[in-house]
Structure formats: C-alpha cells, structure tokens
C-alpha cells in the first residue's frame, strides 16, 4: 500500500495562448469556390512548482489551411486542399546537439517537422428520375509527403542521449466511393 503525507500531484501550470486567425472566402454555387485560412498563436505556460517557462505540448504556432473547388458541370466537380502546420513540441526536456536530440534543461524546447498535406477529389453525378448515383474518386497525401509523430524513446547508458524513431503518418491514400440517393 502507498501513502502519501503529502499530495505529489497538483496542477502547478498557468499560462495564456494568444492568436489571430484570417478567412478569405469566395462562394459560389457555379465555377470556383473556395477560401484560405492562416491562423498564428502562441501558447506559454509556466511551472510554478520550480518555475519553468515553456511552450505548451501542443502549440503551433503557423497554420495554413486553403480548399478550391471548381464545378466544371451540374454534375461533375473536382476540388483540392492544402493544410500546412507549423511543427509542434517535442514534448519532454531535449535538446538537440550536432544532430542528435540529448536530454536537456529546458522543456518542449525542439519541435516536429511541419505537417505539409494536399488532397484532391473528384465526383461525378448521375440523375435519374427517382435517384442520384454519385462516383468519387480521392487521393489523399498526394505528394507523398511524410509527415511525423513521435514514437519511441530510448535513453543510451550515459543517461544523456536519446534514440527516438519517427512514426511516419499514411502515405498517398487513394479511394473510390459510390453514393445512391433515392
């Protein structure tokens, strides 16, 4: 049995996040549509139990989000999106020293490389009387791009460098769908 005389655990964090975010759209039943999003933050918390100052776990500070759609038809329409993201923390005391990532001093200090992806899609309709057939087609991650997560750690026997393997997210990821409404 474990008994504490004194509660270990308590939330010592504060902080604030701060940030803008702009949308320019264009909507349009016919032709081209679309719009574009950026948004910035900035996320800082502090410890106060031993007074450390770092970025939240999570923080990113760019965003790029931005979808285009062109209806070329009534029934035919091909459309695109492009997300970029800004890489977040690596989440832990590292730092990063002649291309090695070794323990550190400070928290959340080396990030992730950015996430970069663009989607296209295709659909083409069907009318009938009574019901609507719709084909797509997808290709998601079109360009391949290998955005990473963290997977494992490892510390080496001096206690100071860190082997960790970089989980890589889906490749290009085609896909057909029929839809039937009636």
Do not use: C
Request: glycine share 8%.
């Amino acid at each position: 049995m474990i008994v504490f005389t004194e509660l270990p655990f308590r939330n010592a964090l504060i902080g604030h996040a701060r940030g803008i975010e702009l949308t320019f759209q264009r909507r349009s039943a016919n032709r081209l549509t679309g719009w574009v999003s950026y948004a910035y933050s900035k996320t800082l918390l502090r410890d106060e139990q031993n007074n450390l100052s770092f970025a939240s776990d999570f923080d990113q500070r760019h965003t790029l989000s931005t979808h285009a759609s062109y209806r070329f038809t009534g029934t035919f329409n091909v459309s695109g999106q492009w997300r970029f993201g800004s890489g977040q923390p690596i989440q832990g005391f590292f730092q990063r020293e002649q291309g090695n990532i070794n323990v550190g001093s400070e928290r959340n200090q080396i990030r992730f490389p950015a996430y970069n992806r663009v989607d296209i899609r295709a659909n083409k309709a069907f009318l009938f009387k009574k019901s609507k057939l719709t084909l797509s087609a997808e290709v998601l991650n079109v360009l391949n791009r290998e955005n990473v997560s963290f997977l494992n750690l490892n510390v080496d026997r001096t206690g100071r460098r860190i082997f960790g393997s970089y989980a890589p997210a889906f490749p290009i990821l085609p896909s057909v769908g029929i839809a039937i409404e009636f």
